[in-house]
């Protein structure tokens, strides 16, 4: 008979000890220019991440100028005074470094990753860009252009379009809050180099600016770096600027985008709640995570799963601006899309999910696997050196202490089913929520009109 062969295996790796978890708490200090610096040394993270935040908040823009302070935020990377664009985005490539930077409500933020071994050039770059940026006429009139050709495309985007006329609802026609973060047509039109410049003069100083490192800074001396770089950037003394109280209408109403044709209706049900200062929040995010955090949350489970109107249906919490004193917003939302002969149904049940979450509450399974997802998965979000990078100058735009996130998984986990559920009830009641549907007008109004949701307008998409 002929003998099987037999195999030797490798013996099965063992589990190790798990062990304990925090977000990371940064190191604070102050250059001699008014400058704040977070660091944040994290062992084996050789790209190092740093963030600036610039106390330049969409509602400075000048009136009839919405979107200047998104022109500035791109033309800090188009040329300094020792380099021109094209020797910029070459100095960039040169050091391994990508630089990016946005403006939105809080303010103007540039993100900078670089090796750690060339931090010294990458911190150079940017603190070029903030000290002496160019703002050359060809390149802000190119800038101007691009954001120009953005604007159709964005109103043709069902979901941008919805996200669109949810703030022209909810918050009054005098705030920034109601007009899109960078702009429309007829303001971007009247943006020039000398527009940008003005801002910039008026906004950008190191005295209220807040830098923020993290990465392996060994054998790095990063003061004496931040004193040769981000240190040489002088300004004007300056006052943090005072916070608007956010103001906000969420008397429950529909509104439909017509989109005659359309096969899907894109929908977005939201309001305004309290943001990260509230002592409910950890309750919220745990609430609104069982809701429609994921694919086993309520919504999914009945409008994907049970019913197969859509994809995917999720709620969440995203702030919008924050204050010194602790006041501040959010925005609560439910967003996803349906095939458009099942809209009202659809909506229908989404109510029913509502008013049964009132009715009912979470059970304990959900919280659950709510707080694993939540809490369990932290230390891998945070693995890289930008993740950590990111969610600090968060907590620098919305005035919270270092050690909030730290604060928040340690709630989180101790969060019961009940907290989280009167939270979640609270944040989404039946009849306080601002719906937008961008959608065939014709054959949803109808339907959505006899669920008694809210007064039903229509307007016309652009």
């Known amino acids: 008979m002929t003998e099987l062969a037999t195999m030797d295996f490798h013996p099965q790796p063992q589990a190790g000890e798990a062990r304990p978890w925090a977000f990371p708490a940064p190191e604070r200090g102050t250059l001699d220019n008014g400058l704040t610096v977070l660091r944040c040394h994290r062992p084996g993270q050789q790209v190092v991440a740093v963030e600036v935040i610039l106390d330049a ?46 403006a939105d409500h809080p303010g103007v933020r540039l993100s900078l990753e670089v090796p750690a071994s060339r931090l010294a050039k990458g911190l150079g770059l940017v603190a070029d860009a903030l000290r002496a940026p160019a703002f050359a006429d060809s390149e802000v009139e190119r800038l101007v252009r691009n ?21 022209k609802e909810l918050f009054p026609a005098s705030s920034r809050m109601s007009r899109p973060r960078q702009g429309t047509e007829e303001t971007v039109e009247g943006i020039d180099s000398a527009a940008v410049r003005a801002f910039y003069e008026q906004h950008v100083r190191p005295a209220t600016a807040t830098a923020v490192v993290v990465g392996d800074l060994t054998g790095i001396d990063l003061d004496a770096l931040l004193g040769d770089t981000l240190g040489a950037w002088t300004g004007s003394p300056g006052k943090p600027r005072p916070v608007p109280a956010v103001v906000a209408d969420d008397t429950g109403r529909v509104v439909i985008v017509d989109r005659p044709g359309a096969v899907q209706t894109q929908l977005l049900i939201g309001r305004i709640g309290p943001d990260r200062h509230d002592r409910v929040w950890p309750a919220q995010v745990l609430g609104t995570y069982c809701l429609g955090g994921t694919l086993t949350s309520r919504l999914d489970r009945v409008l994907r799963e049970e019913k197969g109107y859509t994809y995917g249906v999720r709620s969440f919490g995203q702030v919008l601006r924050s204050a010194p004193d602790g ?19 659809a909506l229908g049940d989404l109510w029913t999910v509502l008013r049964t979450l009132a009715a009912e509450g979470l059970t304990d399974a959900e919280r659950d696997v709510a707080v694993q997802n939540l809490v369990g998965v932290a230390p891998l979000k945070y693995e890289t050196a930008a993740a950590v990078a990111s969610t600090l100058a968060d907590q620098v735009e919305q005035h919270l202490p270092d050690h909030y996130q730290a604060d928040l998984y340690r709630q989180l986990a101790a969060t019961g089913t009940v907290e989280a559920t009167a939270a979640v ?15 065939d007008a014709a054959q949803i109004k109808a339907p959505v009109e006899a669920l008694g949701i809210g007064e039903v307008t229509v307007v016309t998409a652009e």
């Open 57 to 102: 908040p969409l509602e400075a823009e000048p009136a009839g100028l919405d979107g200047v302070a998104t022109i500035m935020a791109r033309a800090f990377s188009e040329g300094t005074d020792k380099h021109s664009a094209e020797e910029f985005a070459a100095e960039l490539e040169r050091c391994g470094a990508t630089l990016d930077a946005h």
């Open 327 to 345: 006041t501040g917003a959010a925005m609560l939302a439910i967003s996803g899309s349906v095939d458009t002969p099942n809209t009202g149904p």
């Open 147 to 167: 954001r120009l050709d953005e604007i159709p495309h964005e109103l043709a985007n069902p979901s941008r379009r919805a996200a669109k006329e949810l703030s």
């Open 425 to 439: 009830v609270k944040a989404f009641p039946v009849d306080r929520l601002v719906t937008v549907l961008v959608g």
